[in-house]
């Protein structure tokens, strides 16, 4: 029940940020260094970078981003919008984007296989599965096959799957970032409207680097960080309960603090979590009481 509560209240803690950057706020200061920024940027926009466009009937879109790839970013993703759907128990509509195009992850992790349909406007029809609308590239190619394209091939398809979706009205679009500081990241930061990111990583020092580039980068391109999750935070044997930081301790709390970030909870390393994940089965659902629900621990 602790950890059932703890979880809750990091969602609401996330929730409590999306809602200030989507209103008037977000101007900023009125002080004349932001409005020299603000022009400079303007200028910047004006050479030729494409103008943001909201996708059509979505209302706020979350990406969920790491520098380090196998950090935990895609389930920590769903956790969130498992909460929205599940715990909550509120009538959210939410989708689920997964733009990892060589590695995509989501259709496994959401128990979800088959092509989509198209509609009568010829766009494709998302994937549905514990309430959540998914769409992957995982979607359009076999499951075995590489997807072997160069740069210009993958900006392309991140452009349809952005644009050429039928995502019915949405209240939450979350994007599952692929790992990294590239083209994908770019192109979705400046195609359309990001309401916030969310920066996923390990306490180990090697993932620590790459998270701040992606803090950093988000940064750069104007789309407000709300802050970073802690994964893999402490293993707990399952038989005596001792605690071992297998990747160091509370390394993404320093990284928060030279940030000016805050840390929005720690996921600890449990096997019950990876197994209901690799069987499409995530423990938000498929064990709601466990004590490992959440292992998401508020701040």
Known sequence: LQNYRALKCLFVILLSKI???????????????DEFLKEK????????????????????????????????????????????????IITKAVGLLDADVYGPSIPKMMNLKGNPELSPKNLMRPLKNYGIACMSMGFLVEETAPVVWRGLMV????????RQVDWGQLDYLVIDMPPGTGD????????????????????????????????????????????????????QCPKCKHETHIFGADGVRDLAKTLGLDVLGDIPLNVNIRETCDAGQPIVISQPQSDMVSLVLCT
């Open 184 to 235: 994908v990241q770019l192109s979705v930061s400046q195609n359309i409207p990001v309401t916030g990111a969310v920066i996923v990583s390990t306490p180990q020092d090697i993932a620590l680097l790459d998270a701040r580039k992606g803090a950093e980068m988000f940064r750069k391109v104007h789309v407000p960080v709300l802050g970073l999750v802690q994964n893999m935070s402490v293993f």
């Open 41 to 88: 940027r303007a200028q910047i926009m004006s050479r030729g970078l494409p103008k943001q466009k909201p996708i059509e009937g979505v209302k706020q879109v979350l990406v969920f981003a790491s520098g380090k790839g196998g950090v935990g970013k895609s389930t920590t993703a769903g956790k969130f919008l498992f909460a929205l759907t599940s715990i909550f």
């Open 19 to 33: 809602a200030p950057v989507t209103g008037k706020t977000l101007t900023g200061s009125s002080s004349t260094n």
């Open 155 to 162: 900006m392309s398809a991140i452009e349809k799957l952005l």
